[in-house]
């Protein structure tokens, strides 16, 4: 029989690319979203894609009964994939008890759910912002995390450690934390992709909107770090990469093979590239000139960070393989479906 996986978020960005992943690979999908960055229209897109529509169940998280009465509808999930929270650093800083409640209280409500439920398996969407600034580069899940820059951040810090407590307090659960880098572009069918609602505050979508007319320019935000061109480095990894290594990492765990009850792993592709880097790559494989501005530092902005996905290559037997080119280009093209 497949297995049962419930994705939370799975109407957003990466959940809805993990969605379709699961969905590929045999698995049954049941997604539950409140619909506060995305919209059910997704839903389409990913049965577009797969030719199966996922299960979809419209409620939020932190609603302890609403998240009971799923689990008993739903019953027999195997594992969960939590990509449920929000997630901009700015607003965070400005809304920080929004940000503790909805990504604190989502994960407490299912980890205290699975053991009455019978689900025993945890897949926690972190990020690389847990680093801040790494001494070395590139980072491995072994450097400590730095004090958190905003309170998402910190939210972020403070799930990996309720999970980490919670299994160790002996909780019938194993977890997986995936620490992504720079999620980027979309499905390649351009059927499902990024919603960035008003100005992005990411590049690579502000370098699309910018490309379609809908902004005047991209402002770079410093070009005096010390990185090769002086702009930021970061690791842009395709989204559908990332989507493939939440599969692996639901199969694992599904098959017993984690060696410890928490384990944490890089999702990055090991390339560093430049701001200036983006706007020439995206220009060269869109064919499109990309008016933009060196301005000064963004607040807050750390300067260089890649990943060494070394332990996820070996352990996950997964790797990063898409081009930057390509990431790009599907960027442009789901950019392209939405103007
Ligand atoms: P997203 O906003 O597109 O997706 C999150 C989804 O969760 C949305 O559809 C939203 O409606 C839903 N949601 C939020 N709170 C909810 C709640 N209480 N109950 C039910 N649904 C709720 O974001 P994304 O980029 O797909 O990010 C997914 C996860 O990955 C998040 O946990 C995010 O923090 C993490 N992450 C994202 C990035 C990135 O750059 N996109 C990087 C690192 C980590
Ligand atoms: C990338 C680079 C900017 C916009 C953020 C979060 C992090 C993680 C991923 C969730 C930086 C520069 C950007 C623009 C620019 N999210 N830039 N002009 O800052 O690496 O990380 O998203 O966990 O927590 O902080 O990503 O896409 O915002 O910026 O020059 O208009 O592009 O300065 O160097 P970042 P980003």
Redesign the pocket.
């Known amino acids: 029989m497949k297995k049962k996986i419930l994705v939370t978020g799975g109407t957003g960005y990466i959940g809805s690319h993990t969605a379709v992943e699961l969905q590929n690979a045999g698995y049954e999908v049941v997604i539950v979203d409140n619909l506060s960055n995305s919209s059910a229209d997704v839903v389409d897109g990913i049965e577009r894609i797969t030719g199966k529509r996922p299960t979809f169940e419209q409620a939020d998280c932190t609603d302890y009964a609403a998240m009971e009465r799923l689990f008993a509808k739903h019953k027999g999930i195997a594992a969960i994939i939590h990509f449920a929270a929000s997630?901009a650093?700015g607003e965070s800083v400005h809304k920080p008890l929004l940000y503790y409640r909805n990504n604190l209280v989502s994960l407490l409500n299912l980890l205290e759910l699975m053991p009455k439920h019978g689900t025993e398996h945890f897949v926690f969407s972190?990020?690389?912002?847990v680093y801040g600034q790494p001494d070395q580069l590139p980072v491995t899940e072994a450097a400590p995390r730095k004090p958190a820059?905003?309170p998402?951040?910190n939210t972020?810090q403070i799930c990996e450690d309720i999970i980490a407590d919670t299994v160790k307090s002996g909780a019938p659960i194993k977890a997986i934390l995936l620490r992504?880098?720079?999620?980027t572009g979309a499905h390649p069918s351009a059927e499902i992709g990024e919603l960035p609602l008003g100005v992005?505050?990411?590049?690579?979508?502000?370098?699309t909107q910018t490309a379609a007319g809908i902004r005047p320019k991209?402002?770079?935000?410093?070009s005096d770090y010390s990185t090769p061109d002086g702009?930021?480095?970061?690791d842009y990894i395709h989204v559908v990469d990332l989507a493939k290594a939440h599969v692996v990492a639901c199969q694992r765990m599904l098959e017993g093979k984690s060696k410890k009850a928490v384990e944490t792993f890089n999702l990055g592709t090991g390339r560093g590239v430049s701001?200036l880097e983006?706007v020439r790559t995206f220009e060269k494989v869109t064919g499109v000139k990309l008016p933009y501005e060196v301005v000064g530092?963004?607040a807050?902005?750390?300067e260089q960070?890649w990943a060494d996905p070394t332990f996820a290559n070996a352990e996950l037997g997964w790797y990063a393989k898409e081009t930057l080119e390509a990431t790009l280009a599907s960027a442009w093209k789901w950019q392209q479906r939405l103007a």
């Open positions: 997630k650093v972190s990020s690389c912002t820059e905003s998402y951040g972020k992504y880098f720079n999620p992005p505050q990411n590049l690579v979508p502000f370098v991209l402002s770079v935000f410093g702009s930021c480095v970061r701001v983006i530092r963004r807050g902005d750390i960070i």
